[in-house]
């Protein structure tokens, strides 16, 4: 194999993107002797040759508590489905021909692409064009199948839960509902975890559909028993029982996924018609994709950077880097792309969050 290895981050970013960054370059430097090539705002930096720079011990120094990722980041770039303008509209074209073209022009050996599961899906389309790729396994969502966890998850759980402890003193304070939207836009996890952990009263996910008249009725319940103050938490993608997801801008051919964004507003709305309560909206949005890595985030983004080297020094492509209970391991990357890792609505963890009196609108 050439000594020399790239790596790219796609998908919405995440606190611990710099971490897996400098874990695979020192890992690759250090242990291997490797030559490692950066290429910026994911695959769309694979069609751009200049877009690819060294990367060396000195471009990651200081880099393990910073947020974001140094190569930059797109969630746009699908080489396979790439909107170009034709004839003053735009059609969406396979360029991904482009992208193998330059990774060998590059002299790259073997590619390691950081990012969730659409970063992941384009990595498993390339591996089947025969690039070399190792995946890493990234969303805040935590919502990637074959890993326990992926990193940026528990640093976006920090902030959300510093945020319901902020709001809890201010709605008890005046007596009011507050209602805090948080990411996640096919699962829950954020709202769920982060709901228990900063003593939420109702946590609405996208896994179970929700009955507005069973959130009311808990508040009312919390008022008669002396509480004169609840937290809603409200992922972005839950949705009412028989009805639908609230989307703030709707897909277009520029971008193929509808943005998702309103439920908190929506919820609030409908509280404050059925309960004499001033209700209010806290939208926490992209926060939780920000800010400085978790101890944990910068652990398991290190970990994952070093294991993906080790994957491509012991051959093995079209896998991704895993957790797996506390040990390291690998998966392959069709397994992990397969479906989704939602929360069970049976599950332990909604179980939990039920025997403590937390209304999850069912
Ligand atoms: O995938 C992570 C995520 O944070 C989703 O929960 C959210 O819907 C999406 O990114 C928002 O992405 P952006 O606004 O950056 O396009």
């Not at 695979?24 to 290429?39: D, L, N």
């Not at 439920?263 to 939780?288: N, S």
Request: include cysteine; proline fraction near 3%.
């Amino acid at each position: 194999m050439s000594k020399k290895i790239g790596i790219l981050t796609g998908g919405g970013d995440c606190p611990g993107l710099n971490a897996v960054i400098r874990g695979v370059v020192k890992s690759a430097i250090i242990r291997h002797g490797w030559q490692v090539v950066g290429i910026e705002d994911g695959f769309d930096g694979l069609l751009d040759l200049k877009k690819c720079r060294p990367l060396t011990l000195e471009s990651v120094r200081g880099i393990l508590p910073r947020g974001g990722t140094i190569l930059g980041t797109t969630n746009r770039g699908n080489p396979f489905d790439y909107p170009v303008e034709q004839d003053g509209r735009i059609v969406r074209v396979d360029i991904s021909d482009r992208v193998v073209e330059n990774f060998r022009t590059l002299g790259i050996g073997a590619l390691i692409a950081v990012g969730g599961d659409g970063s992941l899906k384009i990595a498993l389309e390339l591996a089947k064009k025969g690039v070399p790729v190792v995946g890493i396994p990234k969303t805040i969502d935590n919502d990637l199948c074959e890993t326990d966890f992926t990193f940026g998850y528990n640093t976006a759980l920090e902030t959300a839960t510093d945020a319901l402890d902020k709001l809890h003193t201010t709605a008890e304070s005046h007596h009011r509902v507050m209602i805090l939207e948080v990411m996640g836009r096919y699962a829950g996890w954020i709202g769920l975890e982060s709901g228990i952990a900063g003593g939420a009263d109702v946590i609405l996910i996208p896994e179970i559909p929700f009955h507005l008249d069973k959130i009311c009725t808990a508040i009312k319940e919390r008022v008669a028993r002396g509480s004169r103050f609840s937290i809603v938490v409200a992922a972005e993608g839950a949705f009412p029982a028989g009805g639908d997801r609230i989307v703030a801008k709707e897909a277009d051919e520029r971008c193929t996924i509808e943005r998702l964004g309103g439920i908190g507003q929506y919820v609030a709305k409908e509280i404050a018609q059925c309960l004499d309560m001033d209700v209010r909206v806290t939208v926490l949005g992209h926060l939780q994709r920000g800010g400085s890595p978790t101890t944990f985030d910068r652990s398991l983004g290190s970990r994952f950077g070093t294991k993906a080297v080790q994957m491509i020094a012991d051959g093995e492509f079209g896998r991704m880097a895993c957790l797996k209970g506390r040990t390291i391991t690998s998966v392959t990357i069709e397994a992990a792309t397969k479906t989704l890792k939602l929360v069970d609505p049976e599950g332990e963890i909604v179980r939990t969050a039920e025997d403590l009196g937390i209304m999850t609108g069912r």
